[in-house]
């Protein structure tokens, strides 16, 4: 195994030479992509959000529920359930704004709706009218611990199965215009070449969104910066789309044989 295999799909020489490789060597790369996708996915939500969400189940009281519409909550409030860097959760009857949190997002749960707060503003969720939902802590605490593993595995799962799906999506979009450039180009790569050149050139942005996960993880990311390496990973597809083209080499019949200035009789 030489040096360049290790550097597929990193470079844009790499990307190219997923053009004309089998593709089931592509399909294996997106798996393994969509893994590390995965494992990001559930590294976070298990180290910031679960936490947050098990504090704030053990810290209910014994007695209350969401009947008819309405909260019926018999404790303090406004109240601080569960307080973290990423999310907080909080009680105020009547969403007085009392509270005032430095998590990035908040869910405040309300006399008649849970108010959902991020970094462009709150939106209300009212709640079901015609529902029982328990809201204490006998009945959450071990409703919580019998499903986290479940919700974290599913959260899991479905990334892993969504994100080569969107990468299908968005290679089917970007194959078109590559496959423009080549035709005028003159260089030798069919519209089925293009398409995986297309998907190939994704792995540096999942690559760099995954990383992104893990720094706003651990703090080394506020919610502002990860929304650029957000748009930073979508942007990072072009450009190593565009560049990897340049190593598609000229179509043979269109490069001249000879002196094309040679006088011929």
């Known amino acids: ?117 991020s970094l462009l503003g709150y939106t209300d969720f009212i709640y079901p009218p015609g529902e029982i939902i328990s809201f204490n802590r006998p009945e959450l605490e071990p409703l919580w611990n019998a499903w986290d593993e479940i919700i974290l595995f599913g959260a899991a799962l479905a990334t892993a199965v969504l994100l080569p799906f969107s990468w299908w999506i968005l290679a089917t979009l970007y194959c078109l215009p590559a496959w423009l450039f080549v035709f005028y180009s003159n260089r030798d790569l069919n519209l089925r070449q293009c398409w995986k050149l297309s998907a190939a050139s994704l792995f540096p942005g999942a690559l760099l969104m995954a990383a992104g996960i893990f720094a706003y993880d651990f703090g080394l990311l506020t919610l502002v910066e990860f929304a650029f390496v957000f748009a930073a990973h979508l942007v990072l597809g072009w450009i190593y789309l565009i560049t990897s083209l340049i190593f598609i080499p000229r179509h043979s019949k269109a490069t001249p044989k000879g002196n094309p200035f040679e006088v011929r009789n």
Request: positive net charge.
């Open 1 to 117: 195994m030489n040096s360049s295999t290790f550097a597929e799909p990193f470079t844009p020489r790499g990307v190219a030479a997923f053009a004309r490789g089998k593709f089931n060597r592509l399909t294996i790369a997106q798996a393994l992509f969509a893994l590390l996708g995965a494992a990001s996915v559930a590294w976070f939500l298990n180290d910031s959000c679960f936490p947050t969400i098990e504090t704030g189940i053990q810290n209910l009281p014994g007695y209350g529920d969401i009947r008819g519409g309405k909260l019926d909550w018999v404790g303090k409030s406004p109240t601080s359930l569960a307080q973290g860097r990423i999310f907080s959760v909080n009680l105020d009857l009547n969403h007085s704004g009392a509270i005032q949190s430095t998590a990035d997002f908040q869910i405040e749960f309300g006399k008649n709706s849970v108010r959902v707060f």
